[in-house]
């Protein structure tokens, strides 16, 4: 079993920098990838970033590719979504999760955590 729990999350203005974290608890964390996905009202969930359990690789969606950097820190049990250049698209609550590999398939992610909300303004 794995929970988390996300933070970070909160307003800023359009081209600026926000910080996400996933803080997991169980001893297991670092045999589990995670992904990071969103979702916008009236938009389905989508995928924003995946890193692989050792760290070693990640995986970015379209939409954040080259703005965005995901992270993690296996001591604090701990993923991070380190967000640049934000635009008012980019609001939605930002989920993590957690799966046996670093899926872009939100259907293949086990656990969940509740989500942070990102607002941008314009």
Known sequence: QVQLAESGGGLVQA??????SCAAS???????AVGWFRQAPGKEREFVAAITG???STYYG??????STISRD????????????????DTAVYYCA???GPYSDRLRYDYWGQ???VTVSS
């Open 98 to 100: 957690a799966a046996t």
């Open 115 to 117: 989500g942070t909300q």
């Open 54 to 56: 050792s760290g070693l």
């Open 74 to 89: 296996n001591v604090k049990n701990t993923v991070y979504l380190q967000m640049n250049s934000l635009k008012p698209e």
């Open 26 to 32: 169980g001893r297991t964390f670092s045999r589990y």
């Open 15 to 20: 081209g600026g920098s926000l910080r996400l």
């Open 62 to 67: 379209d939409s954040v590719k080259g703005r």
